[in-house]
């Protein structure tokens, strides 16, 4: 048999980049491990998927990596966060939703939120994600046009948020004025393959009825996935009944907010009937079970809303209230809640953590012909993680060590589009002296404001 060496140049194809792994998770198809695989990048998608041996014979990469004892899947999606609030990590610590926000974050938002601030904290986001695995993040925050250019600078994949309030800001005077901002930078930023956007009214309890009629309208002109918080405590639901005689959720029907754009962050307080009507429209769900666990506001129906075939991604929320953007965590903690929870060891298994990971929050944002699985002609978005460390022997299926073992920094390589971003756990393109100084400079500010 010829060697690779004696084969002509007619039966080899040289391509960007050649990633043998050990073993590849392309989540799609479903519950599928691949052992001793390549994945072959082209530009920023991926042009093939086939056996290492065939590989040899078929393809030379410009660069070549050999990750033998590496699991490749991939990139993880962060359904839900606020990234710029990476600069308020730690700073209002074991309190509930409600007083956390109105005796701390949202006076330290108003002294402090502006285009450099939410640059800034969404830089250190960006880094801390993409060093834990994440390539795209679905985004609530002021100031989108700033967080824009944060996730272009690191390379990054982002859903951006149109945030709508009623309160003014230092962004905007109310809910039309945050809207026309938001929609005049989505206009201006059409073009870059990277960004995406959502339209973001912050919660029921602060947006209006006529500022949901406007959302539910654009959304359908535009085609934009609503990315909202939803049924988050007891007190929401109940100060909707004081308030509007419903439930929010019901409110939000009546508004005709309801569809498969409709991303509900939290859903933690169903009734089973709410849990039909979200799968009855076709409505996405983000679970942020650490979030939920650490301002007690609860633990999301996530067993049944699957069993009613809802689709349910994961997310972070944000480090304020965290106090990490680690969606490794939140694997883990999603399996084992759904476990304890209904009482059931096989409810919410690794391969579908793994999934709510990576395509199912694709599919909420209307991404999944791009990101989320392993596929020909997809982006190339992916992460190498790697197994063979002592503390993690023996690793009897590399699924289960995702989800139960690891961690973030295990994490060896990421690619976003086929650049790679992270090169065996190193930033690419960071100087983390300057992020470092930023991250010092705004934590003084606010130390000084106390």
Known sequence: MASTTDLSTATIKQVDQVVDARWIIPIEPADVVLENHSLIIQGDRILDLLPTAEAVTRYVGKRHFRLTEHVLMPGLVNLHTHAAMSLLRGYADDMPLMRWLQERIWPAESRNVSADFVRDGTQLACWEMLRGGVTCFNDMYFFPQAAAEAALAAGMRAALGITVFEFPSAYGSGAEDYLVKGLAIREALLDEPLLSFCLAPHAPYTVADSSFERVALLADQLDLPVHIHLHETQEEIADSLKAHGVRPLERLRRLGLLGPGLIAVHAVHLDTNEIGLLATHGCHVAHCPTSNMKLASGIAPVGALLQHGVG????????????????????????????????????????????????????????????????????????????????????????????????????????????????????????????????KMWQNTLLNQN
Request: glycine share 8%.
């Open 312 to 439: 349910v991604g994961l997310g972070s929320d944000g480090a304020a209230s965290n106090n990490r953007l680690d969606v490794f965590q939140e694997m883990r903690q999603a399996a084992l809640l759904a476990k304890v929870t209904s009482q059931d060891a096989a409810s919410l298994p690794a391969h579908q953590a793994l999934r709510m990971a990576t395509l199912e929050g694709a599919r909420a944002l209307g991404l999944a012909e791009q990101i989320g699985s392993l596929e020909s002609g997809k982006a190339a978005d992916l992460l190498a993680v790697r197994l063979d460390e002592w503390d993690l022997q023996p690793c009897y299926c590399p699924a289960s060590h995702l989800v139960y073992t690891v961690g973030r920094e295990q994490v060896s390589h990421v690619w976003v589009a086929g650049m790679l971003r992270i090169d065996d756990r190193i930033p690419v393109d960071l100087d983390i002296q300057v992020l470092l100084l930023n991250t």
